[in-house]
């Protein structure tokens, strides 16, 4: 066989290529595409071009397609249910870019996860949707914190052991940092961690115990005010990702109120029935009656951005990288809870609530599902 000494053309080249290229004009608009996407839409190129991408593709996440309305910006979404019209629903991933010199003009590629893995009841609901960041440089990242759990071994050796308490932090802490990072390099896949029965108090003063040793080296926050109801038995959840998601949300309410007069950061535990999530292990309802609530009286998250707070790379912070959020939903719904945030306008103030299952609940209805031998 004659192998060819001629470089393809970038026309040949696309044919080729088993994923769907959209070539798109200013306005969304469809100006050509490759063969892959004329099978994806089952349409010829003749009679999509001309056409509006959401003419033909429905995306089932309006703010998806505000982020493809910015041209200059590239955006990649991974697992979201779109319409293809006339051939129904599809779960994808999507990756666009904007074409180099030629402003308004953009290339996008499809993928189509529908044809290997069928859609479930939840499967790429805009809140499963998980917008690629930079990887984390774990490498990089774990070497020092070896070093400085090492540091604190020989620390304690050396300090009373009134002081041992701060490191024995600092080797928990980072042993917690380690293991976050390593949950991190997951963040695309859908498998969540393991969970365990909890104790939400012990997890919230060990949140507060990190915070308070963090301001002997920063201006100091507000006090954070405790309303923890004795009561509440055991969540569902992951010991760590609680630990992280209360020192996220706790660490955000203490900027926040910094600077207000008579700055007041509360977290508060209760119960709160009335929220039901539907459970894949059952196939009925799960009850969410634990809140988790973290409020301050500071001036609130800008009101054009309250409702995008939870996706990546939305921050408000000069320094900030906008994952904190994100990160802490991802965290919530791995344990089969829900986050939310509210702006009270009225008393200014600021409420994020997380809401749990019941350890005790869960089980239970692990237990009823399974089938006994006759």
Same mark, same amino acid.
């Given at each position: 066989?004659?192998?060819?000494?001629?470089?393809?053309?970038?026309?040949?080249?696309?044919?080729?290529?088993?994923?769907?290229?959209?070539?798109?004009?200013?306005?969304?608009?469809?100006?050509?595409?490759?063969?892959?996407?004329?099978?994806?839409?089952?349409?010829?190129?003749?009679?999509?071009?001309?056409?509006?991408?959401?003419?033909?593709?429905?995306?089932?996440?309006?703010?998806?397609?505000?982020?493809?309305?910015?041209?200059?910006?590239?955006?990649?979404?991974?697992?979201?249910?779109?319409?293809?019209?006339?051939?129904?629903?599809?779960?994808?991933?999507?990756?666009?870019?904007?074409?180099?010199?030629?402003?308004?003009?953009?290339?996008?590629?499809?993928?189509?996860?529908?044809?290997?893995?069928?859609?479930?009841?939840?499967?790429?609901?805009?809140?499963?949707?998980?917008?690629?960041?930079?990887?984390?440089?774990?490498?990089?990242?774990?070497?020092?914190?070896?070093?400085?759990?090492?540091?604190?071994?020989?620390?304690?050796?050396?300090?009373?052991?009134?002081?041992?308490?701060?490191?024995?932090?600092?080797?928990?802490?980072?042993?917690?940092?380690?293991?976050?990072?390593?949950?991190?390099?997951?963040?695309?896949?859908?498998?969540?961690?393991?969970?365990?029965?909890?104790?939400?108090?012990?997890?919230?003063?060990?949140?507060?115990?990190?915070?308070?040793?963090?301001?002997?080296?920063?201006?100091?926050?507000?006090?954070?005010?405790?309303?923890?109801?004795?009561?509440?038995? =055991?969540?569902? %959840? +992951? *010991?760590? &990702?609680? /630990?992280? $998601?209360?020192?996220?949300?706790? #660490?955000?309410?203490?900027? =926040?109120?910094? %600077? +207000? *007069?008579? &700055?007041? /950061?509360? $977290?508060?535990?209760?119960?709160? #029935?009335?929220?039901?999530?539907?459970?894949?292990? +059952?196939?009925?309802?799960?009850?969410?009656?634990?809140?988790?609530?973290? #409020?301050?009286?500071?001036?609130?998250?800008?009101?054009?951005?309250?409702?995008?707070?939870?996706?990546?790379?939305?921050?408000?912070?000069?320094?900030?990288?906008?994952?904190?959020?994100?990160?802490?939903?991802?965290?919530?719904?791995?344990?089969?809870?829900?986050?939310?945030?509210?702006?009270?306008?009225?008393?200014?103030?600021?409420?994020?609530?997380?809401?749990?299952?019941?350890?005790?609940?869960?089980?239970?209805?692990?237990?009823?599902?399974?089938?006994?031998?006759?």
């Amino acid at each position: 066989m004659t192998v060819a000494t001629t470089v393809p053309t970038a026309n040949r080249q696309l044919a080729s290529l088993p994923h769907a290229v959209v070539l798109l004009e200013p306005g969304l608009t469809i100006a050509s595409a490759n063969p892959a996407a004329e099978q994806f839409f089952g349409q010829s190129l003749r009679r999509i071009a001309g056409q509006k991408l959401v003419d033909v593709l429905s995306l089932s996440d309006p703010r998806l397609l505000e982020r493809l309305n910015d041209f200059e910006t590239p955006v990649s979404a991974r697992e979201i249910v779109v319409a293809v019209k006339g051939r129904g629903p599809r779960r994808i991933d999507i990756n666009v870019a904007p074409v180099a010199d030629t402003p308004g003009w953009q290339i996008l590629t499809i993928q189509d996860a529908s044809a290997s893995d069928a859609l479930g009841d939840d499967a790429g609901g805009p809140d499963n949707a998980v917008l690629r960041g930079p990887e984390i440089m774990a490498h990089e990242i774990k070497n020092p914190l070896a070093g400085i759990r090492g540091a604190a071994q020989l620390l304690a050796r050396r300090i009373d052991e009134r002081d041992r308490a701060l490191t024995d932090l600092i080797t928990s802490e980072v042993d917690r940092i380690a293991t976050l990072i390593d949950q991190m390099q997951k963040l695309s896949r859908r498998t969540a961690p393991p969970v365990e029965p909890c104790n939400l108090h012990e997890a919230a003063r060990r949140a507060i115990d990190v915070l308070n040793a963090a301001d002997a080296t920063r201006p100091r926050g507000p006090r954070i005010e405790e309303e923890f109801d004795p009561s509440l038995p =055991a969540v569902l %959840g +992951s *010991p760590d &990702g609680l /630990v992280q $998601i209360m020192i996220n949300l706790l #660490s955000n309410a203490c900027e =926040a109120s910094q %600077g +207000s *007069p008579g &700055g007041r /950061v509360v $977290i508060r535990t209760r119960f709160a #029935s009335g929220l039901q999530l539907h459970s894949s292990v +059952s196939g009925k309802p799960l009850r969410l009656p634990v809140e988790l609530r973290v #409020s301050d009286n500071g001036p609130g998250v800008d009101p054009a951005m309250r409702e995008h707070i939870f996706e990546p790379f939305v921050t408000t912070k000069k320094t900030g990288q906008g994952l904190g959020l994100p990160l802490v939903r991802k965290l919530v719904r791995d344990m089969n809870g829900r986050i939310s945030h509210e702006r009270d306008e009225g008393t200014g103030w600021t409420h994020f609530r997380v809401h749990l299952p019941l350890a005790r609940e869960m089980r239970s209805r692990v237990t009823r599902t399974k089938k006994v031998p006759a």
